[in-house]
């Protein structure tokens, strides 16, 4: 069953004198399925950080639909769309956007916050998540106080606490290092082995190869696409540079 279908999807950015336009996105196809971990690459410009903002409905596009479990995100309205984004998506950042003022913890349970919920409910629902990412110790400490690598796993914690519809990941290892995002990358696989669907944007070829599918993006279209099947991640991996390689020497489109 497919939990978020995009549809025809285009974006187009007028420049600062509305004298030219820039077409970010032309017409952008794909479903990704419930429990399914997708991964995006792309070149720098390539449109997919806008289609990013999108998906996570901090942008409107110029045409097309993005249903997430039969909801148009396009409908939504401005008026609910921050509950609307807390309820249904869970976010994983390049900069982890951790509050400095609040412990790991309560930067933890914030969306929880939000939506009115009580401290011994989220805490009850934080213990197997913090032990499971290996941050309960650390609960009190500052983002200051510990590691890149503990503050994205706080992020990741924050992320799937809400039991969000599906999790948008944006460069999650691009400000770690190769041990931290081994290790971030191991959780996202675990995560996404109890049924957490995930989207994930990544420039990085061994992030891409821990995905069941990925989606290469091109000139604001989706150009191709390869699945994992019953490859290892070293085996995705060598299928994602030959495709890249290919793609690079002018290969076929999907």
Do not use: W
Not at 23 to 30: S, T
Not at 94 to 100: E, K, V
Not at 112 to 128: C, D, F, T
Not at 186 to 206: C, Y
């Amino acid at each position: 069953m497919s939990i978020l279908e995009v549809k025809g999807l285009k974006k187009t950015y007028s420049t600062r004198f509305g004298g030219n336009k820039v077409e970010a996105l032309k017409n952008v196809n794909f479903s990704v399925e419930e429990g399914e971990y997708v991964a995006i690459m792309g070149e720098s410009g390539s449109g997919k950080t806008t289609l990013l903002n999108i998906l996570a409905a901090l942008d409107k596009p110029t045409g097309g639909k993005v249903m997430l479990s039969g909801i148009d995100l396009t409908c939504v309205k401005d008026s609910q769309m921050a509950a609307f984004r807390r309820d249904n998506l869970g976010f994983v950042f390049q900069d982890f956007n951790l509050l400095d003022t609040f412990t790991l913890e309560d930067n933890i349970y914030l969306p929880l916050v939000l939506a009115g919920k009580q401290y011994p409910e989220m805490h009850e629902k934080l213990m197997p998540i913090a032990r499971t990412l290996g941050i309960s110790g650390l609960l009190k400490k500052y983002p200051y106080e510990v590691s890149g690598g503990q503050k994205q796993r706080a992020a990741v914690a924050r992320a799937v606490i809400s039991d969000p519809k599906i999790i948008l990941a944006d460069e999650p290892t691009g400000a770690l290092d190769s041990k931290a995002s081994d290790e971030l990358l191991k959780m996202f696989e675990e995560i996404n082995s109890t049924g957490q669907t995930i989207l994930m944007v990544t420039h990085s070829v061994k992030a891409a190869s821990t995905a069941g599918r990925l989606l290469f993006i091109k000139d604001g279209e989706v150009y191709h696409q390869i699945y994992r099947g019953n490859d290892s991640n070293e085996q995705f991996y060598q299928k994602i540079t030959d495709t890249l390689t290919l793609l690079a020497t002018g290969g076929e489109r999907i």
